[in-house]
């Protein structure tokens, strides 16, 4: 099927010929041929990629898992299941080797952009010489449009100002709508038009994977009729599956009683469905439950019955999220493109994550600041779960199920659990086979060479005048209609957080250096226990490491030459330099200030544009005009319903409250409405001290006055919600408080200006909680 290919394509943007010039002087007299605009190769296909976030191989029925995604099985009947497809084992970095062709750490991304440091292959930059996708379809004529989440863009670089080259509008996507961070919550996102920031539209029962393929689905058609000989390439990345597991409630009701039998027996059933699937081998093996994670009859009935509605949640997150994938599937086929577009539905870009710990979390955002809210509590909330109120997460005795029949979960890359995710691809134009399943080993930087050879597109050697460094994905056409093809990604390396692989000739060393919940790790790089896995030992069963002393010993070596040819050395397990700006190298737009001035409209301004006022004193000086008829709203809020604060006004009365965590609200509030005119409102926190989370005094002032005065008994830590973020005038997201009168508590007078200022000192975050906010970031 291989296409011949173009070599003045090599060279990006396509050189234009040289007009030729002329003597003739009356345009009469000479002719010329018409413009002609960039186009494809002739038949080339149009392209989706979609992604499904934080999914283990054993969660989709596709791949024998217990949530129902019929259109994935659709996709499959119609094209090909492939049953050893890699990522990296984590978010930014897996979405990074899929844009580029390229390993993660050879494009700097070697964790989540938010902990960046300023080592080559960890800084969050990817260099001119890896042209992304995107960018290198767009240039050789193809429309681009990106939905949903990036997670691409350096956190210093989010802010109205950008620079916006590292968005996804600036990386070959003419059209962008979604989110840049990790998680978002999907009843009340904060999204993105381009580089621009918009409130979701106002409809009742609104959720952002709705939202995101109505956006995809009105894109695909408006080019398709403008342009119909226009291929186009979209990609449409889901928030979901990751935390918070948000779903419509009639979804989450068809899972009732389904997991009351508990995540040991429900492993069991999902490699016995897998095999029946030919996914795995008959003789495949499950691997054993890792001591960290508790065995379902250790629980008490509480705990059964927490985990079980929780993991019904994330079922029904799952099955909605395909339905999603159906409507996009329906839309190309009645708009007869279908057929010629190759279609890869990536089932994860790791595998199931473990951030909701032994017993899964109401709200993550409390855990992950270090306050568990014990099964009891949570017994009178069940049916609030997946609904606006609750930012949940289920076990990692779930998490690890849905990984079946793998060891280990997301995170640790040295372990199938972290890697290995169901990928199906459907093209009927292109790929004759249909129903079957190849077990080729692939991973996900093989994506981009793949697209560009169905395309008839050569890879690029210069683009926008950078020389462009080696992919190291191999194409999977080869595998379209040969099942028995011998495979071609035959050596590939692992690394994250230092837990490390390397995958050789179908050999495999490992050795787990960090589990996701571990405040630091057990033993040095050096003194680390190696794994080593034979070739038939599709789930990583038994170690034979003993009986292969100088297999492991070579494996161990290729790693390191591996390792070293793309960046991955130094290895980097810190936890707590990797959250201070300073202490990584990475920059800070609020390094040496301690006070910022914002005005009216500033809004979606994301915590690397605000210092820090948590754990320390504070104040917030608002200079407002109140009108004759009097002001209602918000002046300035941070964070949302599961934790921040905000300052408001309430029928009029000067207002502050700090929202513990979703918890308990703290309300420090004047007597009387103020009356029409310009006032200084201040509020000034005096902190306890003492640590992390501590209360404090919280003082309300108008033009110098006090006007109240009240006890904060406790603060949050560490983060807010990353959904959640600094806004003047209005409350976007999740709303601090539900005591606003008007609609997101929009400011019914005028802000003149706002400025936050922060006591320099404060407290040093010690390794286990920057570990639990390392984790949060992901």
Same mark, same amino acid.
């Given at each position: 099927?291989?296409?011949?290919?173009?070599?003045?394509?090599?060279?990006?943007?396509?050189?234009?010929?040289?007009?030729? /010039?002329?003597?003739?002087?009356?345009? $009469?007299?000479? *002719?010329?041929? !018409? @413009? #002609?605009?960039?186009?494809?190769?002739? +038949?080339?296909?149009?392209?989706?990629?979609?992604?499904?976030?934080?999914?283990?191989?054993?969660?989709?029925?596709?791949?024998?898992?217990?949530?129902?995604?019929?259109?994935?099985?659709?996709?499959?009947?119609?094209?090909?299941?492939?049953?050893?497809?890699?990522?990296?084992?984590?978010?930014?970095?897996?979405?990074?080797?899929?844009?580029?062709?390229?390993?993660?750490?050879?494009?700097?991304?070697?964790?989540?952009?938010?902990?960046?440091?300023? /080592?080559?292959?960890?800084?969050?930059? $990817?260099?001119? *010489?890896?042209? !992304? @996708? #995107?960018?290198?379809?767009?240039?050789? +004529?193809?429309?681009?449009?990106?939905?949903?989440?990036?997670?691409?863009?350096?956190?210093?670089?989010?802010?109205?100002?950008?620079?916006?080259?590292?968005?996804?509008?600036?990386?070959?996507?003419?059209?962008?709508?979604?989110?840049l961070g990790g998680e978002t919550n999907h009843w009340d996102p904060l999204l993105f038009n381009g580089t621009q920031p918009v409130e979701p539209p106002d409809t009742h029962g609104y959720h952002l994977s709705d939202d995101i393929t109505d956006q995809a689905i009105a894109w695909m058609h408006t080019q398709h009729a403008l342009a119909p000989d226009k291929p186009f390439f979209m990609y449409l990345s889901f928030g979901a599956t990751h935390a918070p597991h948000h779903a419509p409630k009639e979804w989450i009701e068809k899972y009732r009683n389904r997991f009351d039998q508990g995540w040991d027996h429900e492993r069991e059933a999902i490699l016995e469905r897998q095999r029946e699937a030919g996914v795995v081998p008959q003789?495949?093996?499950?691997?054993?439950?890792?001591?960290?994670?508790?065995?379902?009859?250790?629980?008490?009935?509480?705990?059964?019955?927490?985990?079980?509605?929780?993991?019904?949640?994330?079922?029904?997150?799952?099955?909605?999220?395909?339905?999603?994938?159906?409507?996009?599937?329906?839309?190309?086929?009645?708009?007869?493109?279908?057929?010629?577009?190759?279609?890869?539905?990536?089932?994860?870009?790791?595998?199931?994550?473990?951030?909701?710990?032994?017993?899964?979390?109401?709200?993550?955002?409390?855990?992950?600041?270090?306050?568990?809210?014990?099964?009891?509590?949570?017994?009178?909330?069940?049916?609030?779960?997946?609904?606006?109120?609750?930012?949940?997460?289920?076990?990692?005795?779930?998490?690890?199920?849905?990984?079946?029949?793998?060891?280990?979960?997301?995170?640790?890359?040295?372990?199938?659990?972290?890697?290995?995710?169901?990928?199906?691809?459907?093209?009927?134009?292109?790929?004759?086979?249909?129903?079957?399943?190849?077990?080729?080993?692939?991973?996900?930087?093989d994506v981009y060479p793949t697209i560009l050879e169905a395309a008839g597109i050569p890879v690029p050697e210069v683009v926008h005048g950078a020389p462009q460094q080696r992919i190291d994905g191999v194409s999977m056409c080869y595998t379209f209609d040969a099942r028995d093809a011998d495979e071609r990604h035959t050596t590939q390396y692992f690394e994250m957080f230092g837990n490390r692989g390397i995958h050789h000739n179908g050999w495999s060393a490992c050795t787990k250096h960090l589990a996701p919940w571990e405040r630091a790790p057990q033993t040095g790089f050096q003194d680390d226990h190696w794994e080593l896995y034979a070739p038939d030992d599709w789930s990583q069963a038994h170690n034979v490491a003993g009986e292969h002393?100088?297999?492991?010993?070579?494996?161990?070596?290729?790693?390191?030459?591996?390792?070293?040819?793309?960046?991955?050395?130094?290895?980097?397990?810190?936890?707590?330099?990797?959250?201070?700006?300073?202490?990584?190298?990475?920059?800070?737009?609020?390094?040496?200030?301690?006070?910022?001035?914002?005005?009216?409209?500033?809004?979606?301004?994301?915590?690397?544009?605000?210092?820090?006022?948590?754990?320390?004193?504070?104040?917030?000086?608002?200079?407002?005009?109140?009108?004759?008829?009097?002001?209602?709203?918000?002046?300035?809020?941070?964070?949302?319903?599961?934790?921040?604060?905000?300052?408001?006004?309430?029928?009029?009365?000067?207002?502050?409250?700090?929202?513990?965590?979703?918890?308990?609200?703290?309300?420090?509030?004047?007597?009387?409405?103020?009356?029409?005119?310009?006032?200084?409102?201040?509020?000034?926190?005096?902190?306890?001290?003492?640590?992390?989370?501590?209360?404090?005094?919280?003082?309300?002032?108008?033009?110098?006055?006090?006007?109240?005065?009240?006890?904060?008994?406790?603060?949050?830590?560490?983060?807010?919600?990353?959904?959640?973020?600094?806004?003047?005038?209005?409350?976007?997201?999740?709303?601090?408080?539900?005591?606003?009168?008007?609609?997101?508590?929009?400011?019914?007078?005028?802000?003149?200006?706002?400025?936050?200022?922060?006591?320099?000192?404060?407290?040093?975050?010690?390794?286990?909680?920057?570990?639990?906010?390392?984790?949060?970031?992901?």
């Open positions: 099927m291989a296409r011949p290919l173009d070599p003045a394509r090599k060279t990006l943007p396509i050189p234009e010929p040289r007009p030729r /010039t002329t003597s003739t002087l009356d345009i $009469r007299d000479t *002719s010329y041929p !018409p @413009l #002609a605009q960039i186009r494809p190769p002739a +038949g080339a296909p149009n392209v989706v990629v979609v992604m499904i976030d934080d999914m283990g191989f054993g969660a989709s029925s596709a791949f024998g898992g217990p949530c129902a995604m019929p259109t994935a099985e659709r996709l499959a009947a119609g094209g090909l299941k492939y049953s050893r497809f890699h990522t990296t084992a984590l978010c930014s970095p897996t979405r990074a080797s899929l844009m580029t062709g390229r390993n993660h750490h050879a494009v700097n991304m070697g964790t989540v952009t938010n902990l960046a440091t300023s /080592t080559p292959g960890y800084t969050a930059v $990817r260099p001119p *010489s890896a042209a !992304p @996708l #995107a960018e290198v379809l767009r240039l050789n +004529g193809y429309s681009t449009g990106a939905f949903g989440k990036m997670h691409q863009t350096p956190p210093w670089e989010i802010s109205p100002i950008g620079p916006f080259d590292r968005w996804p509008t600036g990386e070959g996507f003419e059209r962008f709508y979604g989110f003789d495949c093996l499950l691997t054993q439950r890792h001591d960290d994670i508790p065995a379902w009859d250790e629980l008490d009935a509480d705990e059964q019955a927490v985990a079980a509605r929780l993991m019904e949640t994330y079922a029904a997150f799952a099955e909605h999220t395909d339905h999603q994938v159906g409507r996009l599937v329906d839309a190309l086929e009645a708009s007869d493109t279908l057929a010629n577009t190759i279609f890869l539905y990536l089932l994860g870009d790791n595998g199931a994550s473990g951030g909701g710990g032994p017993h899964g979390a109401f709200n993550e955002i409390a855990s992950l600041n270090g306050v568990h809210e014990p099964a009891a509590n949570m017994m009178h909330r069940l049916d609030e779960l997946g609904g606006p109120t609750a930012y949940n997460n289920f076990p990692s005795g779930w998490a690890h199920a849905t990984n079946t029949p793998y060891q280990w979960l997301k995170q640790v890359a040295s372990h199938w659990g972290g890697t290995r995710v169901g990928m199906v691809t459907h093209w009927p134009a292109g790929i004759s086979a249909a129903g079957e399943v190849r077990h080729q080993w692939h991973h996900v930087n002393p100088e297999t492991l010993a070579r494996l161990q070596r290729l790693f390191l030459a591996e390792a070293e040819k793309n960046s991955v050395l130094p290895l980097d397990d810190r936890r707590v330099e990797r959250f201070i700006a300073e202490l990584a190298g990475r920059p800070d737009p609020t390094a040496g200030r301690n006070s910022i001035e914002l005005r009216a409209g500033m809004r979606q301004l994301n915590d690397n544009a605000i210092p820090n006022i948590k754990n320390k004193s504070h104040s917030i000086q608002a200079s407002i005009v109140v009108p004759e008829s009097g002001s209602d709203g918000v002046v300035v809020s941070q964070g949302g319903r599961f934790g921040g604060w905000c300052l408001f006004l309430s029928a009029g009365v000067p207002t502050y409250c700090h929202n513990w965590l979703g918890f308990e609200r703290f309300y420090v509030r004047a007597d009387h409405a103020l009356p029409p005119g310009r006032h200084e409102l201040v509020f000034t926190f005096d902190y306890d001290g003492g640590g992390f989370g501590q209360g404090g005094t919280g003082t309300l002032t108008v033009g110098g006055v006090q006007v109240a005065q009240a006890r904060i008994a406790r603060t949050v830590p560490f983060r807010n919600p990353t959904s959640d973020t600094t806004d003047v005038g209005i409350d976007l997201g999740a709303p601090v408080t539900d005591e606003y009168r008007t609609e997101k508590g929009r400011f019914t007078g005028q802000i003149e200006r706002v400025r936050i200022t922060a006591d320099r000192d404060g407290p040093v975050i010690p390794p286990d909680v920057a570990q639990r906010i390392e984790v949060a970031a992901q």
